[in-house]
């Protein structure tokens, strides 16, 4: 098991002495100098929005709980998440009156068993319906099922598919060096409802790793919710140059109310939800992250140019950072750009810009700020999942436990299923030796779950 930060009411500047330390005494807490919540820090001036520790906990709690548990597989006590937790042993330990093997944790001493899955034939079908993209109350007729079993059988395809994608990821991402590129997007649905959601992918293959929305089921602060017709996000200023483009969107961060301020335009919470500022959610989503990078010996994090997940980026690899173990960049796409970029200085921390390929890029990190190494291949991938999820989403959910299994389902079918230049994203990182048909992919999945090692 390894640390995630709990507090991130520090300075995020990364040139300042106070860079990711609490409790300095150049900090004064709640600040409200510049008209918001802050920590003032006094030795760089700066003044990072104040940020509720405890509902970041418990929202991470929650979708680490979705994302990452250990629902069908293991002891689900001390083996409780994929990544989060050092695998359990176990030992034989009879059967279940229906003839399933019991096994004993050697470590907590619970018995557990891991059964089969049954009825496969209604999950398949679930799957064909997800596959032809049909409207959610004509699947439950297509398929002959009630309401209720539909549901629950969907539940179950998204738990094997995950549990599959999680056992692969986690065999593969135990390497010395890992990329990373993460941007944030909104997804609208009907009657207003939405969300928006950060999408972080493996920057060499485009195997999208983590999704995470701003929905929630936890009770939020008025300050934390969000609730907003205004729209904040960072336009394309169709400008000529990538230099006059990087400083346009500067510009456009500077008129928020404070950096991190980013309001989306309007969105309705789906039934019985909450939604979260989205700034709040990087540091969610930036947390769970660690799964990813926590025993690699160097990693790079590519970010897009917004500033409301800077912060959470940077106190995600602190640790790294520190050691000069982790890179975090920003990156700008920009086509056919015709002048060349060295070391620009642009915005309010002074970021410097280079060029490269298909753009323009900053090294926010200290140690790189002169000529630091970038190999950014594709811009695109997150782009093209995007695309897919937005053209097979539902529009029509309303529920948080259905909505989070379908965008799970095309997690995992968009990295194993779909193809560019005759790879998909999961052969690119390693994890197949074959595109798959969805059909065949949920086999190989149920394969899999019915033969996890009995015991270690």
Not at 65 to 90: D, G, L, M, P, V
Not at 121 to 141: G, M, P, R
Not at 287 to 314: Q, V
């Amino acid at each position: 098991m390894f640390n995630i930060r709990e507090d991130f009411n520090c300075c995020k500047t990364v040139s300042c002495r106070n860079f990711g330390i609490n409790k300095s005494d150049d900090y004064i807490y709640k600040s409200k100098r510049l008209g918001y919540l802050a920590v003032e820090c006094k030795a760089c001036g700066s003044h990072p929005p104040w940020v509720n520790n405890q509902i970041i906990e418990n929202i991470l709690k929650e979708k680490l709980a979705f994302h990452f548990a250990r629902k069908i597989s293991h002891c689900t006590h001390c083996y409780q998440y994929f990544f989060f937790n050092e695998k359990n042993e176990a030992q034989l330990h009879g059967f279940t009156a229906a003839g399933t093997q019991r096994l004993k944790c050697k470590n907590c001493q619970r018995v557990y068993s891991v059964g089969k899955h049954k009825n496969i034939d209604a999950i398949k079908q679930v799957l064909q319906t997800i596959i032809d993209k049909v409207d959610t109350s004509a699947a439950i007729k297509q398929t002959g099922l009630s309401a209720r079993l539909y549901y629950f059988y969907l539940e179950k395809l998204s738990l094997l598919l995950t549990n599959y994608s999680r056992l692969k990821e986690q065999g593969v991402v135990q390497r010395d060096y890992i990329a990373l590129q993460t941007e944030g997007k909104v997804v609208h649905l009907d009657h207003k409802r939405g969300f928006y959601a950060l999408f972080t992918a493996e920057a060499d293959s485009g195997y999208i790793l983590l999704q995470t929305s701003n929905i929630t089921q936890q009770k939020l602060t008025k300050q934390d919710t969000y609730h907003s017709t205004e729209n904040t996000v960072i336009k394309d200023g169709y400008s000529s140059n990538v230099e006059n483009e990087i400083n346009q969107r500067y510009q456009q961060t500077m008129q928020r109310k404070h950096f991190e301020k980013l309001l989306v335009g309007e969105l309705k919470p789906i039934n019985r939800c909450s939604l979260i500022n989205p700034a709040r959610l990087s540091y969610v989503h930036f947390s769970m992250l660690r799964a990813f990078i926590y025993k690699t010996e160097h990693y790079r994090h590519y970010i897009e140019l917004e500033s409301s997940i800077r912060a959470a980026a940077l106190m995600s690899a602190y640790p790294e950072i520190k050691t000069e173990k982790a890179e975090i960049y920003y990156y700008l796409p920009f086509a056919n750009s015709k002048e060349t970029l060295i070391n620009k200085k642009a915005g309010w921390w002074g970021d410097r810009w280079s060029s490269f390929e298909s753009g323009a890029y900053s090294a926010i990190t200290k140690n790189l700020q002169s000529s630091p190494p970038f190999d950014l291949k594709d811009t695109e991938y997150l782009n093209r999942y995007f695309a897919y999820l937005k053209g097979s989403l539902n529009k029509g959910l309303n529920s948080i436990n259905t909505l989070a299994n379908f965008s799970e389902i095309h997690r995992v079918l968009f990295n194993f299923c779909e193809t560019n230049k005759g790879k998909s994203p999961a052969m690119q990182f390693a994890l197949a030796d074959k595109p798959y048909t969805a059909q065949e992919l949920l086999e190989e999945a149920i394969v899999l779950n019915e033969n996890l090692p009995q015991k270690d």
